[in-house]
């Protein structure tokens, strides 16, 4: 491959995140004005495939804040940063043996399974808790509506993300 190919390769890399950044971040521009609610970042960024943890999401938003924070984040502020994101691999979400992994430490009796309950002990007392609207959010995905267990394999694999 020459050098004129892979940076032609690059371009269109970078073209292809600039347009997902673009689309995710155009989902939020209620007003069609180039700026967001920046309560909406989060959700953007997570849209992308990009999960921080939220010492690194207030790190995010400190670099593309305005000097005086009007509430806004503007694209041309959020596009250079996210593209960089991407193209570091910031903030992948961990591989699903990981998860697993993980699940199993808190499932210590082997079941296969958590109740929704020790599920929300777990996230919301230990290591960065999880706030309410987050737990809300994550069991309406994991928790099984009939017996209110997480059977957490299935879960892992919703967790993870296809890579690009």
């Known amino acids: 491959m020459g050098d004129a190919e892979q940076k032609e390769n ?7 995140i600039q347009k997902r950044i673009t689309d995710a971040f155009e989902i939020f521009d209620n007003e069609s004005n180039q700026t967001v609610d920046v309560r909406e970042i989060s959700t953007i960024i997570r849209s992308l495939g990009c999960v921080p943890s939220e010492a690194e999401l207030q790190d995010i938003l400190a670099e593309i804040e305005e000097e005086e924070p009007t509430g806004y984040i503007r694209f041309e502020k959020f596009l250079p940063m996210m ?15 990981m998860i697993l992994k993980a699940f199993h ?11 929704a309950e020790e599920l929300t002990k777990y996230m919301m007392e230990e290591g960065e808790p999880f706030t309410q609207e987050e737990m809300d959010e994550m069991l309406s995905a994991a928790v099984d509506p009939d017996k209110g267990t997480v059977l957490y394999k299935d879960y892992a694999s919703q967790m993870t993300i296809d890579e690009l």
């Open 10 to 16: 690059a371009d269109s890399l970078i073209a292809d």
């Open 83 to 97: 593209t960089k994101t991407l193209m570091e691999r910031k903030y992948k979400p961990q591989p699903e043996d």
């Open 105 to 115: 430490v808190l499932d210590q009796e082997g079941k296969g399974f958590l109740l």
